[in-house]
C-alpha cells in the first residue's frame, strides 16, 4: 500500500508565513518592503515564495 505524501508547500501567504516563522504580519510586511522577503501578488492575494521565508529564516538574506 502508498502512503499519500503531501506535496512541499511552493508558497505562503501573510498569514501563513507569520505563523510558520513566528514573525508578525507587520514585520512580514516590513521585510516585503525592504526587499529582504520576495513576494508575489496573485490576484489580491500576497504570496511568499517558501525558498525565501526559508533564507529569511536561515539568516541567509
Known sequence: MQSAQCP?????????A????????????ALI???RLKA???GK???IPADS????????V
Open 8 to 16: 512541499e508547500q511552493l508558497a505562503y501567504t501573510v498569514e501563513d
Open 18 to 29: 507569520a505563523r510558520v516563522s513566528t514573525i508578525g504580519r507587520t514585520h512580514i510586511y
Open 33 to 35: 518592503n525592504q526587499g
Open 40 to 42: 508575489t501578488k496573485v
Open 45 to 47: 492575494r500576497t504570496l
Open 53 to 60: 521565508l526559508k533564507a529569511l529564516v536561515a539568516g541567509e
